[in-house]
């Protein structure tokens, strides 16, 4: 059975950073799409950041120049690194796996809380 396990999150004061990661196992890791998602109170899960096994990346606005998205393929991990955070980026991160070839292989992980507060 397919496993996405978030680590990294917790309480951040604006203006910080953490780096979420997430350890993926019973994958053929290259041949998925590696993303980020994010979903805060009371509102739809969004798009935070994607990449592919060639290492094509791709972002939502609120994020581009702050977050940067990565994978290690040696440990089968992706990384977020979140800088300047803003407290509207408090959410539950939620990572997710895409099979590049056949989009109904479509996973999810756990979420990590990410709160950003003074």
């Known amino acids: 059975q397919v496993q996405l396990v978030e680590s990294g999150g917790g309480l951040v004061q604006p203006g910080g950073s953490l780096r979420l990661s997430c350890a993926a196992s019973?994958?053929?890791?290259?041949?998925?799409?590696m993303g980020w998602y994010r979903q805060a109170p009371g509102k739809q899960r969004e798009l935070v950041a994607t990449?592919?096994?060639?290492?094509?990346?791709n972002y939502a606005d609120s994020v581009k120049g702050r977050f940067t998205i990565s994978r290690d393929y040696s440990k089968n991990t992706v990384y977020l690194q979140m800088n300047s955070l803003k407290v509207e980026d408090t959410a539950v991160y939620y990572c997710?796996?895409?099979?590049?070839?056949?989009?109904?292989?479509?996973?999810w992980g756990q979420g990590t809380q990410v709160t950003v507060s003074s």
């Open positions: 997710n796996a895409r099979d590049a070839f056949l989009s109904s292989l479509n996973y």
């Open positions: 019973r994958i053929i890791f290259s041949r998925y799409v």
């Open positions: 990449i592919t096994s060639g290492g094509s990346t």
